[in-house]
């Protein structure tokens, strides 16, 4: 019974050992992480209150997923305001495996300057890399990045690296940290204070916060794999404005590996839109990358819905189409009704607009190219068949538009040009030749339109005709 006694106090003893030493070991090293735990980090931010809200949540979904096909050797990581959508967050966390931080919105001091951009409000979250104190290094990504190889040599610069796109001023649009708690509450100091900031943004004020960028070294990764320290400038091939391609239509930077396209340029022509494709040919790039890692599952139900209306439209206004061989005939104006056929008129005028205008509304923004520009055609020539079929107007002078569109973007995704700037005057030229001809067409609309009117084939004057026209029987 003794011996029962002091061998379980013996154990107990040990227990209590194993645990101390756990905690003593927990202690000594709290800087270490589970085995297997990535050292390095890709990280975006993601933040609400824009119409675009959506796009650079897909934006963003791509590029991760097109970091995780490369087969990058780092965590993925999104920096969330605390208002994205909780089934965003759920889906990036399960579907992309990626790591999601969330943080409040910091507040922008800079939003009364006459040059600031609302668009901006919300860019400094940005600032929330430097709180990622569980890497050794993070890779700070915009979302309207396009990859082309994996860049984990990144990983080996030091605390703070950036590109020059611009001569004097380096681009935000992908930079490379050392997380520091010091430096992200250093950096929060700087914004109470009203550091100078040029444009209100993130930009604005990490090129205030490190004036001396532009004297660093080149990066050069060690070929031991060893990290260096201090600030360096990143070679062009990490961020290559996208406007480099569209002059030579190919890639040929020099200065280090062409690995990563940025598109910093006009906002509304940025990769993901289906219309940005053949108006500036990566966007078809963009959109492989789409297709191959995330699909447009979200927008096909749409586009499924979209197509059977225009189609049903195109059925309906052909077999409601008026009988011309019942209407009247009185070609003695009437001043009464004056100021309803000029009405008449401007209404044909703004419903051809609103035939090429808006199947583009509807169409959703981040589809394929192929897929929008097809909807959009089938969506402009169904809404024509409204205007030709409800106002007898001649079908050619109405869908000369279509055409023209349809030619337009055959001359822009002509694969054969030699550079940029001889598709720029291809372009140019065919719009030139393009403008009489339209012009020609929309005359001839209004002149089919008066000859419609003079016939009094719109309102004709009571008590000359007992028959009614068919037209105002459908219409």
Known sequence: MEQRRWGFVLLMLLVLVLLTWTTAAEDAA??????????????????????????????????????????????????????????????????????????ENLKNPYEQQKNFNVRFKLTLNKLYAWSLVDYDRVV?????????????????????????????????????????????????H??????????????GFLASYFPDLLDRPMFHPPVND????????????????????????????????????????APWFKPWY?????????????????????????????MLIQTVIYLGIIIITRLARPNLSKLCYNRRPEKSLAFIHSMLKVVVLW???????????????????????????????????????????????????????????GVMANPWYSDGVVRALAVFAFAFCCAPLLWIQLSKVMTNLQMLIDREAFFPRLGESSQMSEFNKLY
């Open 30 to 103: 709290p800087g270490l992480v589970a085995v297997g735990a990535k050292r390095h980090a890709y990280a975006a931010m993601m933040y609400m209150g824009t119409p675009r809200d959506y796009e650079f949540y897909v934006a963003t979904r791509v590029m991760m997923r097109s970091l995780s096909k490369l087969r990058v050797d780092a965590d993925l990581v999104v920096i969330a305001s605390d208002d994205v959508p909780i089934e965003w967050v759920q889906a990036m966390k399960e579907e992309d495996k990626v790591k999601v931080v969330t943080v």
């Open 140 to 188: 700070m990504l915009d979302s309207d990045n396009l990859f082309l190889q994996g860049t984990d040599e990144l990983f080996q610069c030091g605390q703070f690296c950036a590109v020059f796109i611009n001569p004097c001023i380096f681009h935000t649009g992908l930079f490379v940290l050392q997380p520091s708690m010091n430096v992200f509450k250093d950096m929060l």
């Open 190 to 203: 700087e914004l109470q204070v009203g550091r100078s900031n040029p444009d209100g943004a993130d930009q």
């Open 226 to 265: 060893t990290k260096l320290v201090g600030t360096y400038r990143l070679p062009l091939g990490y961020q290559m404005d996208a406007s480099y391609y569209y002059l030579k239509l190919r890639w040929s930077i020099p200065c280090g590996p062409n690995s990563v396209i940025t598109f910093p340029s």
């Open 274 to 302: 289906w219309w940005s494709w053949p108006v500036l040919p990566l966007g078809l790039s963009w959109h492989e990358q789409r297709r191959k890692n995330l699909g447009y599952t979200a927008e096909l139900p749409i």
């Open 351 to 409: 419903s051809i607009i609103a035939t090429y205008t808006v199947p583009f509304i509807l169409i959703p923004r981040t589809i394929h190219p192929i897929l929008g520009w097809s909807l959009y055609l089938l969506g402009a020539a169904a809404l024509a068949s409204i205007a030709i079929n409800s106002f007898l107007l001649a079908p050619l002078p109405v869908l000369t538009p279509w055409f023209a569109i349809l030619a337009a973007l």
